[in-house]
């Protein structure tokens, strides 16, 4: 979704970008004392894949840069990836794009330390979609906001059938949060949809499309249903206001500190809490009008988790055409 997202933001300031899905690449570029593989199951792999891993270099090599897009802290794992191997092969900058900035996450940084892992130097720079996650860091020259595009995801605030609830995945050492909203959802008399198997972006969309609530089952480095779901007017409702984290409005966050969200996010305090606020929303709710307001919301607090931020993007562009220079 966001090589996706950057594909498009590209496109649309003139630039062709073209999306490779074979990033296993870079763990074979891993050297065997890097590994945590045995000596011929490393051997195995990169013998299998050599003429389809020259392949990808040889197309990768036609470009002026490469953007990754993957999780943190996975994509700066030295025995999973070898960033510092493409780069010596591509003589090309190589871009990381996540929805979060290292910097932003210090618990993730102080793991990566403690292993002995890259931190920001492994990349020539970062894109991301939120300014916030655990804190907001201070920007630097290599850094760049963009955002994401999810006005491209086809998901908009259009009427609803019924008041229908969304229940997310269980998630191991939550499963209590999840319990308490299916008993009160059912105390409320409000349907509800569970989710409990695998789903393909299209029939997980289709269940968005029909729901005006969603419950944040843990806590989130940003959240991409959370998004989503907002995209089609569904209000958000979570246990606590520190857990989605990139949502929070603070200036100054804390480190999994309670924040401020605005008027699309219900934050509840336990079941007695949650049922109060639910038989409210359910009081209050328009089939047109609930989905037009949490949309409304969205948009003015979160421009650039809509449509992007054109500016950052270009600055990003500024830096490349001045990176090859």
Not at 255 to 270: A, E, K, Q, R
Request: aromatic share 14%.
């Amino acid at each position: 979704m966001l090589a996706e997202s950057l594909q498009t933001q590209l496109q649309e300031n003139g630039i062709n970008a073209e999306i490779l899905f074979d990033i296993d690449i870079l763990g074979r570029l891993v050297s065997y004392n890097d590994s945590k593989f045995s000596f011929h199951f490393w051997l195995r792999k990169k013998l299998i894949h050599w003429f389809k891993d020259r392949r990808v270099i040889k197309v990768l090599k036609q470009a002026d840069a490469v953007v990754i897009s993957e999780c943190i802290p996975n994509a700066f794992w030295k025995s999973l990836y070898n960033v510092e191997k493409l780069k010596t092969i591509l003589k090309k900058p190589v871009f990381i794009y996540e929805v979060y900035w290292l910097a932003n996450t210090p618990t993730q940084t102080e793991t990566l330390q403690q292993n002995r892992d890259t931190l920001y130097e492994r990349y020539d720079g970062h894109l991301f979609v939120s300014p916030v996650t655990e804190i907001r860091a201070r920007l630097l020259p290599n850094t760049f906001c963009i955002g994401l595009m999810a006005r491209s995801w086809n998901l908009q605030p259009l009427p609803k059938k019924e008041l229908i609830a969304l229940v997310d995945f269980e998630q191991p050492g939550y499963e209590a949060y999840r319990a308490i909203q299916i008993n009160v959802l059912n105390k409320a008399g409000i349907p509800f949809i569970s989710l409990e198997r695998g789903y393909t972006i299209a029939e997980i969309r289709d269940i968005y499309r029909q729901v005006s609530i969603f419950f944040v089952q843990v806590p989130e480095a940003f959240g991409l249903p959370i998004l989503e779901c907002l995209c089609t007017g569904a209000q958000v409702f979570t246990p606590d206001s520190s857990w989605p984290m990139s949502w929070r409005l603070d200036i100054e966050p804390k480190v999994h500190d309670t924040g401020i969200l605005p008027n699309c996010f219900t934050v509840y305090h336990g079941q007695v809490d949650l049922l109060q606020k639910l038989l409210a929303f359910k009081e209050n709710f328009q089939l047109e009008m609930s989905p037009l307001r949490v949309f409304a919301d969205l948009v003015k607090y979160y421009p650039g988790f809509y449509n992007g931020d054109d500016d950052a993007m270009k600055k990003f562009l500024e830096f490349i055409k001045n990176y090859l220079n």
